[in-house]
């Protein structure tokens, strides 16, 4: 099964920069798309980034011009660049691997990090 886990989380100052990373029990070239997702409490999750596996990039529009998602495929890490930061920021992070080519097609949850933006 492909495993996923998020580290970098912590306490950031709003206009900071916070680094998450998303190490994958597996290649992740072969995972169809890379996705990262918030969730504040109380609310539902929501899309933050996808990397998909043709280098594709897709933002959400609460991000764009501040976060960047980048990969290292030689560590099976995916890796979310976040940059000038604001409170709104705030919630756990989790990463997630779509599997489309599987039987039945899988998507792969981590157990989130934490992203605290306050001063």
């Known amino acids: 099964q492909v495993q996923l886990v998020e580290s970098g989380g912590g306490l950031v100052q709003p206009g900071g920069s916070l680094r998450l990373s998303c190490t994958v029990s597996t290649s992740i070239s072969a995972i169809d798309k890379m996705r990262w997702f918030r969730q504040a409490p109380g609310q539902q999750r929501e899309l933050v980034a996808g990397?998909?596996?043709?280098?594709?990039?897709d933002y959400s529009d609460a991000v764009k011009g501040r976060f960047t998602v980048s990969r290292e495929n030689a560590r099976n890490t995916v890796y979310l660049q976040m940059d000038n930061v604001k409170p709104e920021d705030s919630g756990v992070y989790y990463c997630?691997?779509?599997?489309?080519?599987?039987?039945?097609?899988?998507?792969?949850w981590g157990r989130g990090t934490r992203v605290t933006v306050s001063s």
């Open positions: 990397l998909s596996g043709d280098g594709r990039i």
């Open positions: 997630n691997a779509l599997v489309l080519t599987g039987r039945p097609p899988a998507s792969h």
